[in-house]
């Protein structure tokens, strides 16, 4: 069976479940959706009915409207980009670097050499707290605030009255340059404009940027690019593949943002691929170490569930995955190493049922491939003859 469009979901850290090696990343024992299930009774009908909660231990659900099953990480690291990276059959082996304790004085010397600014914080924050306690210094004395927010990202603040936002973007494009060595292996560089008065400081979300790095190597987006299908990215998809191989971007600051913008452009008429990030699971719930509202966001993806099945076409085909995990409930702040959920539907399916196992993430984009038509990558396999 071959499907005109694929609309590929990605429930950014919504993981099911520690991997085999999560020991070797310090994440034994997590698992982002049991956890929350553990800690906050979930009202989630419609993913039930999709397979959603049987991805947790794999049970036999013969009243299930979807393909189901898990997908394995064989890339390092638990970040999003390697996630995303593997989704779309890129093998990479050398994981983002984080900096959880603060970057190295050397690095931060060299910002102030080419940016001329000194700078404060070095923090590790995940809120709009660090512009409480340093948005008035910055403004003062017209210092960059540095600081990561877990991830591997290197996040740069400045008032806008201050430092011009074109100002503050010319600066991350340097450091963005900067960065690229593998001493350094940071992921994003991302430009934090903000405003207002003391005690009141607010982020511009509008007016962030977020600078990665090409993939490493090419994947199905290239070659759905080059084939001239569409090649759509909603929410922060465009940031982590830097552009390369999507033909259209569509910008979503927030689940529900992105959730509308699909809805939208399943409406259109196109043939390809269109993929939505939702990131609110990680950005506020997970990173935040905050169960009720993660759970209370997945229940909010419910209730938007049957909108977008029934707008779906019968010759369109929806998956729903991870990129990583993001557990809540487990020390610290930052990202777990996790088995995803991979739902598979639609409208066409006569007897959706529960799949193996997938060995790597690839296998989606393998089954992408098949589809299209278009070069095997170079990992992953395709099942797409198997759904029926």
Same mark, same amino acid.
Not at 208 to 236: C, F, H, Q, T
């Given at each position: ?33 049991g ?17 959603f ?14 393909? /189901?099953? !898990?997908?394995? $990480?064989?890339?390092?690291?638990? +970040?999003? *980009? &390697?996630?995303?990276?593997?989704? =779309? ?18 690095l ?19 809120d ?21 927010s ?40 991302i ?14 979300n509008s007016a962030?940027?977020? /600078?990665? !790095?090409?993939? $490493?190597?090419?994947?199905?987006? +290239?070659? *759905? &690019?080059?084939?001239?299908?569409? =090649? ?26 992105a ?97 193996k196992?997938?060995d790597?993430?690839a ?26």
């Amino acid at each position: 069976m071959k499907f005109k469009r694929i609309f590929l979901m990605i429930l950014d850290s919504l993981g099911v479940g520690e991997t085999t090696d999560a020991i070797n990343y310090d994440s034994n024992g997590s698992n982002t959706l049991g956890h929350i299930m553990e800690n906050y009774d979930l009202f989630i009908p419609n993913l039930k009915k999709i397979g959603f909660l049987d991805t947790l231990n794999l049970s036999d659900n013969s009243n299930t409207d979807a393909y /189901y099953t !898990i997908a394995k $990480p064989i890339n390092a690291g638990k +970040d999003s *980009l &390697n996630g995303h990276y593997e989704i =779309v059959g890129i093998k990479s082996d050398i994981p983002f670097k984080s900096f959880n304790q603060g970057f190295t004085y050397d690095l931060l010397s060299k910002i102030e050499e080419i940016t001329g600014r000194n700078i404060i914080g070095n923090v590790c924050c995940q809120d709009d707290s660090i512009l409480q306690q340093l948005g008035e210094r910055q403004f003062n004395y017209g210092s960059l605030i540095v600081y990561t927010s877990a991830d591997s990202d290197l996040q740069i603040a400045a008032h806008e009255d201050c430092i011009p936002i074109n100002t503050l973007y010319e600066y991350c494009e340097k450091i963005r340059a900067l960065t690229l060595n593998d001493d350094c292996r940071i992921a994003r560089i991302i430009a934090r404009p903000f405003n207002g008065t003391p005690g009141k400081y607010k982020f511009i979300n509008s007016a962030r940027r977020d /600078y990665a !790095i090409k993939p $490493p190597k090419r994947s199905i987006l +290239d070659d *759905l &690019n080059e084939k001239e299908y569409s =090649v759509i990215g909603i929410g922060k998809v465009n940031d982590i593949f830097d552009g390369q191989g999507i033909n259209k971007m569509i910008k979503a600051s927030n689940n529900t943002e992105a959730i509308n913008k699909l809805t939208d452009i399943i409406d259109k008429k196109f043939t390809g691929l269109c993929m939505v990030n939702l990131c609110d699971f990680d950005s506020l719930y997970g990173h935040m170490r905050d169960v009720e509202g993660y759970a209370r966001a997945i229940e909010e993806l419910d209730v938007d569930i049957p909108i977008i099945l029934n707008k779906l076409e019968l010759d369109d085909l929806l998956i729903i995955t991870a990129d990583h995990g993001n557990d809540p409930t487990y020390k610290g702040n930052g990202h777990t190493r996790e088995n995803v959920p991979i739902i598979i539907y639609s409208r066409n399916f006569k007897n959706p049922k529960r799949l193996k196992p997938f060995d790597t993430f690839a296998d989606i984009g393998a089954i992408i491939a098949d589809n299209f038509d278009i070069n095997k990558p170079e990992i992953g396999e395709s099942i797409l003859d198997k759904l029926d």
